[in-house]
């Protein structure tokens, strides 16, 4: 770890009128901060090309003055940083963490309070944040909004989802900015809660690209205690403002010195691959807080969920009639005959996993209230501790032990928050005592008791003390209808997945556009991995649920190509054992690929268009490349070069066979085996909606 005090100055009485000016370590960012009439402000060029323009810095406080106008510069630091750290787990055996740092300290001449304004400038862009400094004049406020800008240099391309306080699955919209009030509405699902701030608010993270070739991507990093970030778009200016989820009485965060914001973060480039690599967003984050990690471990995983989701099976053991949820007997009812969370049936899953060398099985549906976990007694209706009368809880656990298999837990909490933290230590030690050691968490529905949005700051505070006290039971967490992630899983490892975005789910509830996978790595994953649940083999659902005309927009090869696209040390085997049974030759690829690695190269990407991923297994020297591209698919000529020089490899080429094509020929694929080497060249297309994965293991000589 290196850091280099280069400039202490000091500006008494604020009579700093130029612009501070810091580059980041290669020259290639520039940044300069001002007060400009009182207001700091700040902008930002990549290269000579501006990033962002003059914009605006500052808050609004409820019922005070605000801290935006009336400053003066009264310090300014600048210091370097550089160290390389290892992730518990990741795409990359270890990260450089080298920024540039301008902390500019501001002070409100009327009321003598005074603020930090901390920025780090990356090679890959810029993160900056808000301190609160403890001090006499500003102790407990309230915040009315954050007002930060982000004023764009043009009338940029977007890759975007409408501005919504519960939700972000959404299938993503590619237009101009200036398009986006006259899109904005057919964006809407008509069931969503959708509760846009205005016709032009949109969710962060934020994809963007200029005319001339320049990559911008907007979000934040290490959200705590915090409500999540949101952007209003002036579309007149093109500035975008942030926009700060509310609570329940339209305040946006109660804080109290010393106190400090989320990093906003702006990650650019002139190439694409660089965003997909980008490292900014953990590298704001604190190191782990754990001394052991031993514990925290990828996994690989099937469950009882597609079936669900299918409509195939049902969550409920029966069917709740006019019997209240409080007074049913579980003993004296009889099952609905298509319950999924059976005893002998997760064997058969548990089995299926031990055969074919998988580490989990999931189990949804396993604990008695889903008769009601949308009704009127859902704020009590789980516990979290109490099966069906047709799953036996010490059984599975027995069962599995004796296969070498773990069993994930699923909690859905229904959005009744207080009644899951005061079950949740009780749950926890109920995992522990039953053999689970990761659980699945869910949110779905209005979150009670008084209407907190989703993204809100109690619902920040309690995903993260979901977290943190999951941690003090050496349980992993992987947190479905949660918050956007900001990196958090650099200090919390244990945060393995979380699904924060439209995943698999919904190809059974009409179906996803089919360039959704390749705009997913450029925004919902840019903080962190996503439980995205591939491996869907069987992509017409009728044949499934004959009720459920649904299909899956994606060949079957893409199905594998995005366990290496779409990162997370949390993988699903998504789609049903007698599935996978019926194309053993392509699930091989899934048994083969790894979860965690050494090294990541994004061999090369285009937003809505394709992206093609190869990284190396973690201990190995084993490589697996990926592939995902939209509905006019894309021909690749990759080169190996990244192999070592002199070793041979065994290929193995899972690709879209000629007549391939998403809506007509899903199942079309061909496998190709053959020996390459670092000088080799791969030519492989891509079908519409489509995509391909290879396996390359070196070769070891015989002694």
Same mark, same amino acid.
């Given at each position: 770890m290196?850091?280099i005090?280069?400039l202490l100055?000091?500006?008494s009485?604020?009579l700093?009128l130029? $612009?501070t000016e810091?580059?980041?370590?290669?020259?290639?960012l520039v940044?300069?901060?001002m007060?400009?009439e !009182?207001?700091?402000?700040?902008?930002?060029?990549?290269? %000579?090309?501006?990033v962002i323009?003059?914009?605006?810095?500052?808050?609004?406080?409820?019922?005070?003055?605000?801290l935006?106008?009336?400053?003066v510069?009264s310090?300014s630091?600048i210091?370097?940083?550089?160290?390389t750290?290892q992730?518990?787990?990741?795409?990359?055996?270890?990260?450089r963490?080298?920024?540039?740092?301008?902390a500019?300290?501001?002070?409100?001449?009327?009321?003598?309070?005074s603020i *930090?304004?901390?920025?780090?400038?990356?090679?890959?862009?810029?993160?900056f944040?808000?301190?609160?400094?403890l001090?006499?004049?500003?102790?407990?406020?309230?915040?009315?909004?954050?007002?930060?800008q982000? $004023?764009?240099?043009?009338?940029?391309k977007a890759?975007?989802?409408?501005?919504d306080?519960?939700?972000e699955?959404?299938?993503t919209?590619?237009?101009?900015?200036?398009?986006?009030?006259?899109?904005?509405k057919a964006a809407?699902t008509?069931?969503s809660?959708?509760t846009?701030?205005?016709?032009?608010?949109?969710?962060?993270?934020?994809?963007l690209?200029?005319?001339? !070739?320049?990559?911008i991507?907007?979000?934040?990093?290490?959200?705590l205690?915090y409500? +999540?970030l949101?952007?209003?778009?002036d579309d007149k200016?093109?500035?975008l403002?942030s926009?700060l989820t509310?609570?329940? *009485?339209?305040?946006?965060?109660?804080?109290?010195t @010393?106190c400090q914001s @989320?990093?906003?973060?702006i990650?650019?480039?002139?190439?694409?691959?660089d965003i997909?690599?980008?490292?900014?967003i953990?590298?704001?984050?604190e190191?782990t807080?754990?001394t052991?990690v031993?514990?925290?471990? @990828?996994v690989?995983y099937v469950?009882?969920?597609?079936?669900m989701?299918?409509?195939?099976?049902?969550?409920?053991?029966?069917?709740?009639?006019?019997?209240?949820?409080?007074?049913l007997?579980y003993?004296?009812?009889?099952?609905?005959?298509?319950?999924?969370?059976?005893?002998?049936?997760v064997?058969?899953?548990?089995d299926?996993?031990?055969?074919h060398?998988?580490?989990?099985?999931?189990?949804?549906g396993?604990?008695?209230?889903?008769?009601d976990?949308?009704?009127?007694?859902k704020?009590n209706v789980?516990?979290?501790?109490t099966?069906?009368?047709?799953?036996?809880?010490?059984e599975? /656990?027995?069962?599995? $032990?004796s296969?070498? *298999?773990?069993? *994930?837990?699923?909690h859905?909490t229904s959005?009744?928050? @207080?009644n899951y933290?005061?079950?949740?230590d009780?749950?926890?030690?109920?995992?522990?005592?039953n053999?689970y050691?990761?659980?699945?968490?869910?949110?779905?529905?209005?979150?009670?008791?008084?209407g907190?949005?989703?993204?809100?700051?109690?619902?920040?505070?309690?995903?993260?003390?979901?977290?943190?006290?999951?941690?003090?039971y050496?349980i992993?967490?992987? =947190?479905h209808e =949660?918050?956007?992630?900001?990196?958090?899983?650099?200090?919390?490892?244990?945060?393995i +997945? %979380?699904?924060?975005?439209r995943?698999?789910e919904?190809e059974?509830?009409?179906?996803?556009?089919?360039?959704?996978t390749?705009?997913?790595?450029?925004t919902?994953l840019?903080?962190?991995p996503?439980?995205y649940?591939?491996g869907?083999?069987?992509? /017409?659902?009728s044949?499934?649920?004959p009720d459920? /005309?649904?299909?899956?927009h994606?060949?079957?090869?893409?199905q594998?190509?995005?366990?290496v696209t779409?990162y997370?040390?949390?993988?699903?085997a998504?789609d049903?054992?007698?599935?996978?049974?019926r194309?053993?030759?392509?699930?091989?690829?899934?048994?083969?690929?790894?979860?965690d690695?050494?090294?990541?190269?994004v061999?090369?990407?285009?937003?809505g268009?394709?992206?093609?991923? +190869?990284?190396?297994?973690?201990?190995?020297?084993?490589?697996?490349?990926?592939?995902?591209?939209?509905?006019?698919?894309?021909?690749?000529n990759?080169?190996l070069s990244?192999l070592?020089?002199?070793k041979k490899?065994?290929?193995?080429?899972? =690709?879209? $066979?000629?007549?391939?094509?998403y809506?007509?020929?899903?199942?079309?694929y061909t496998i190709k085996?053959m020996?390459?080497?670092?000088?080799?060249v791969?030519?492989l297309?891509?079908?519409?909606?489509?995509g391909? +994965?290879?396996?390359?293991i070196e070769?070891?000589p015989?002694?």
């Open positions: 290196k850091k005090l280069l100055a000091f500006f009485k604020g700093l130029m $612009a810091i580059k980041s370590p290669n020259g290639e940044l300069n901060v007060v400009k !009182g207001a700091p402000v700040y902008w930002l060029t990549y290269k %000579n090309k501006p323009k003059e914009s605006r810095l500052g808050l609004q406080l409820k019922n005070d003055q605000s935006m106008e009336g400053f510069i310090n630091f210091t370097s940083f550089d160290e750290w992730p518990v787990w990741g795409e990359v055996k270890s990260i963490n080298n920024y540039n740092e301008l500019v300290t501001l002070t409100q001449t009327a009321t003598q309070r *930090i304004v901390r920025f780090k400038l990356f090679n890959d862009g810029l993160g944040r808000y301190e609160f400094p001090q006499e004049k500003l102790n407990y406020f309230i915040i009315k909004e954050e007002k930060t982000f $004023a764009l240099a043009g009338d940029l890759f975007w989802l409408p501005g306080f519960d939700t699955e959404y299938s919209v590619t237009s101009k900015l200036s398009e986006v009030r006259g899109k904005m809407i008509p069931n809660s959708q846009t701030f205005s016709e032009t608010g949109l969710q962060t993270p934020l994809m690209k200029s005319d001339d !070739g320049l990559y991507n907007i979000h934040e990093a290490a959200l205690n409500s +999540a949101s952007l209003n778009l200016n093109f500035i403002e926009f509310p609570d329940a *009485i339209g305040d946006k965060g109660y804080l109290q @010393p @989320p990093w906003r973060t990650v650019v480039s002139d190439k694409a691959t997909l690599e980008s490292k900014l953990l590298n704001l984050n190191p807080k754990f052991d031993s514990w925290i471990k @990828p690989k469950g009882v969920w597609w079936e989701i299918t409509g195939r099976s049902t969550w409920a053991y029966n069917n709740l009639g006019s019997v209240k949820i409080d007074q007997d003993s004296k009812t009889t099952p609905n005959g298509k319950h999924g969370a059976n005893t002998a049936h064997k058969e899953y548990i299926f996993a031990a055969l060398g998988l580490d989990a099985v999931l189990v949804e396993w604990n008695i209230g889903w008769e976990w949308f009704g009127k007694w704020d789980f516990d979290f501790v099966p069906y009368p047709d799953f036996d809880v010490q599975i /656990h027995r069962y599995a $032990a296969k070498g *298999i773990k069993m *994930i837990m699923h859905e959005g009744a928050v @207080p933290e005061r079950r949740m009780t749950a926890y030690r109920f995992m522990v005592n053999g050691n990761a659980v699945k968490s869910g949110y779905v529905g209005d979150i009670l008791p008084r907190e949005h989703h993204y809100g700051q109690f619902m920040v505070n309690h995903y993260n003390h979901a977290i943190t006290n999951a941690a003090g050496k992993m967490v992987n =947190a =949660a918050v956007h992630p900001t990196g958090l899983s650099r200090t919390y490892p244990n945060l +997945a %979380n699904e924060a975005a995943g698999t919904y059974a509830f009409g179906g996803s556009n089919p360039d959704h390749t705009i997913l790595p450029f919902r840019m903080g962190g996503m439980d649940t591939p869907i083999f069987e992509t /017409h659902v044949k499934i649920n459920n /005309h649904s299909f899956v994606s060949t079957l090869a893409r594998l190509g995005l366990y779409m997370s040390p949390l993988q699903m998504a049903l054992p007698e599935n996978y049974n194309f053993l030759d392509a699930f091989q690829f899934i048994k083969d690929v790894a979860i690695w050494d090294d990541t190269k061999l090369e990407a285009e937003p268009d394709y992206i093609t991923t +190869a990284r190396k297994a973690k201990g190995t020297n084993n490589w697996f490349i990926g592939n995902t591209s939209d509905e006019n698919g894309h021909q690749s990759i080169k990244f070592d020089t002199g490899y065994n290929a193995v080429i899972y =690709a879209d $066979a000629a007549d391939a094509h809506q007509t020929n899903p199942q079309a085996k020996v390459v080497t670092n000088k080799s791969l030519s297309k891509a079908a519409p909606g489509g391909f +994965a290879v396996s390359i070769i070891i015989a002694k």
